[in-house]
């Protein structure tokens, strides 16, 4: 009987307190879910032909995509937002914090309404704007009515950009699970139509994992009006974590940790044999490190929204993309031979290719993701609110492998198979 027990408190110590990968924590789990929208196909009403003389009779399926297909496209059991609202009103919900840049899903207000309702407790941080004045999320400032509902706006003071995050964590009741979804997407349509991936932890909260989002996002309510500040109390809170980081996924947060996620994307863009990325944006130092591993002859793919392509083209700004951006990633990137394909979005409805991961293949075939809420920009390096993360969990790189395959040889579109005019069905 001894014998059991001395086994038994083995196994709780080394659980909990030397754990080196998130996997060795119970309860585990990680999905990564990609929301590839379901479309209707939409005709276009001339003749479009393509710059290799094809004839085009309508935007790629399921890439281009209206607001009338979020209903088909959420129903799925394996979407993003069905697993969102499962995970929101499930029974075991004690406590939600969601930080993000900004807020609107009608279906992921309604199932927070309905947990606030069954006495959740939700703590929301947002993005106030980037005027003088804090500028209130109508949707989550309804939600006050249904329960006990806290939002703090956090942003463009004291030397911080956005607040960029993009995290939900939930905190069950029986005190030992923590749920934590990190993502590419908002709680808007980026649950639904834009192309975006969001990834779902379930884990201890005794995990060092676990412990460094609740520092960050009880860091942002508390001290998050000057950058100062933040650093000082996220700091503070992590120092006081027993558990160890994980050896198999890292954890950064902008913008206190940018400088070391940038030099960790650096280290490990240097060091493999190809890199597989897609973003929404792309400029500054990421933007710098591709130029200059292409003139080394890196193999380098990069999947991007069309508006850049667009906006080069028509030398004007499209969609949520600038003509100074495209010709820069044109002239310093595309132009070099970083083989870029373009996912054909809806300008017209904002719908984004809005992914913002990178994959790393190495040359004994083993691999690596880097992911979160932050664009391949400075800003997201240096001012904003974001969330980065290192993976090496082989489940979770192949998962990220096979849809960069689908994206790349399936959905997205090669520059002369374009369409030569601009038009929109």
Known sequence: ???????????????????????DYRP?????????????????????????????????????????????SVARKNSPQYRLVEWITGPEVKEIYAAYLSFSSKNILSAMCSALKSGVKIKMILDGGDGPEVSPNKDAEGLKKCGDLSVTYRGSTGGLGYAHNKILLIHQKDSKTAKIVFSSGNMTSGTSINHENWNFVTTSRESFFAQTHLCVLDS????????????????LCRSKIKAQPETDISVYFSPVDGKEAL?????????????????????????????????GKKDIKFILDDDIYWAEKLKKDVGRNSKIEAFRIYNELINKGMN??????????????????????????????????????????????????????????????????????????????????????
Not at 29 to 47: G, H, I, Q, W
Not at 220 to 235: C, P, R, S, Y
Not at 269 to 279: F, L, N
């Open 1 to 23: 009987m001894k014998l059991k027990i001395s086994i038994l408190f083995l196994f709780l110590v080394s659980t909990k307190t030397w754990a080196i990968k998130l996997s």
């Open 28 to 72: 585990y789990s990680f999905e990564a879910l990609f929301t590839n929208p379901v479309c209707e196909t939409y005709k276009y009403d001339r003749v479009v032909i393509t710059h290799s003389g094809e004839t085009l009779a309508s935007k790629p399926d399921d890439v281009y995509c209206k607001p009338a297909d979020e209903a088909a």
């Open 220 to 235: 942002m309510i508390l001290a998050g009006d000057t950058k100062a500040h933040f650093k000082e109390q996220l700091n």
């Open 263 to 295: 030099d960790k994307v650096t280290s490990v863009s240097k060091s493999s044999k190809a890199i597989e990325a897609i973003s929404h944006r792309l400029s500054g130092a990421i933007s710098a490190l591709f130029s200059e591993l292409l003139q």
């Open 340 to 425: 870029t394909r373009f996912l054909q979005t809806n300008q017209n409805v904002y719908q984004l290719q809005h992914n913002k991961f990178m994959i790393f293949t190495f040359e004994n075939g083993k691999g690596s993701v880097f992911n979160g809420a932050g664009n391949m920009t400075t800003a997201a390096f240096t001012k904003n609110f974001e969330n980065f993360y290192y993976i090496t969990i082989p489940e979770v790189v192949e998962a990220y492998n096979k849809q960069y395959d689908l994206y790349f040889e399936k959905m997205a579109t090669k520059a002369q198979d374009m369409p030569r005019d601009y038009v929109l069905p």
